[in-house]
Nanobody, 125 residues
Framework: QLQFVESGGGLVQPGGSLRLSCATS????????IGWFRQAPGKEHEGVSC????????YYADSVKGRFTISRDNAKNTVYLQMNSLKPEDTGVYYC??????????????????WGQGTQVTVSS
């Protein structure tokens, strides 16, 4: 059974930084594409950043390019999202998710099958 535990969220002022962690278990992390998604209040889930398991390529939403960095430590079975220069519009619940390794989906929520419970990020002064 694939399991995910997100952590690292919290309240931060605009311009601040957070590092989200997604600890995984029940599967071999490096076989699966992994994504970070977020849901802002009253909005749909959106893809923030994803990393492929086939070649390590990464995707970033335009709104976070240059500010966020996704990485994975397969030895620790953990995926990270380093978030810098945070803005109020980054507020939301952040989820990590795994996709089908035979498909290598694009970074959209419907392409990912296994989800964590999420961690709240609030950017506010």
């Amino acid at each position: 059974q694939l399991q995910f535990v997100e952590s690292g969220g919290g309240l931060v002022q605009p311009g601040g930084s957070l590092r989200l962690s997604c600890a995984t278990s029940g599967f071999t992390l490096d076989y699966y594409p992994i994504g970070w998604f977020r849901q802002a209040p009253g909005k749909e889930h959106e893809g923030v950043s994803c990393i492929s398991s086939s070649d390590g390529s990464t995707y970033y939403a335009d709104s976070v390019k240059g500010r966020f960095t996704i990485s994975r430590d397969n030895a620790k079975n953990t995926v990270y999202l380093q978030m810098n220069s945070l803005k109020p519009e980054d507020t939301g619940v952040y989820y990590c998710a795994a996709g089908n390794p035979t498909v290598q989906p694009v970074c959209v929520p419907e392409g990912y099958d296994y989800w964590g419970q999420g961690t709240q990020v609030t950017v506010s002064s």
